[in-house]
């Protein structure tokens, strides 16, 4: 198990920027790939972005590739999420989830079910 907690959030005009963080507790998150999924309301949870274990590997979704950037520190036990020219229609709580896979595929990234354990969610609102 790994907790997960997210920060960054937090409202921000249309054109701007936001860095997420999601910092991760145990001595093992270099084992876990980790995602980024966001929730708008009344919509279901959608895949934002992954990376695999060693960073080497990440994956978007169409909205977010040119304009969101996920990366890892295992040193730091945390993914980042940089979200650049941001839009209205990115506003959503925004959550980060851990996956204890043996083999990673893209096409298991955007499948929440995949994944072990999530933070709390962070709220991201993109005025017009």
């Known amino acids: 198990q790994v907790q997960l907690v997210e920060s960054g959030g937090g409202l921000v005009q249309a054109g701007g920027s936001l860095r997420l963080s999601c910092a991760a507790s145990g001595r093992t998150f270099s084992s876990y790939v980790m995602g980024w999924f966001r929730q708008a309301p009344g919509k279901e949870r959608e895949f934002v972005a992954g990376?695999?274990?060693?960073?080497?590997?990440?994956y978007y979704t169409d909205s977010a590739k040119g304009r969101f950037t996920i990366s890892r520190d295992n040193a730091k036990n945390t993914v980042y999420l940089q979200m650049n020219s941001l839009k209205p229609e990115d506003t959503a709580v925004y959550y980060c989830?851990?996956?204890?896979?043996?083999?990673?595929?893209?096409?298991?990234?955007?499948?929440?079910?995949?994944?072990?354990?999530w933070g709390q969610g962070t709220q991201v609102t993109v005025s017009s």
């Open positions: 989830a851990a996956g204890a896979w043996a083999q990673s595929r893209e096409s298991y990234y955007y499948s929440a079910g995949r994944f072990d354990n």
């Open positions: 990376i695999n274990w060693s960073g080497v590997s990440t």
